[in-house]
């Protein structure tokens, strides 16, 4: 299982319903309105690297609202 943040910009006054919107995707963990330089935090998972790149090109990037995403997978170090 490979589980990843995804930082997310939204245009002005969309966090709310962006982040509402992708925790209803599946896969998705939690979604979070946050302060500072991005508005939304995600933590989503997947079976693989590649299918977690399908779930935020093809599911998370698709919600209207949302600017930029940036995505950290987490590692076990």
Known sequence: MVQAYILIQTEVGKASTVAETISKIPG?????DVTGPYDVIVRAQADTVDALGRLVVAKVQQVDGITRTLTCPVVHL
């Open 28 to 32: 998705v963990i939690q979604a979070e």
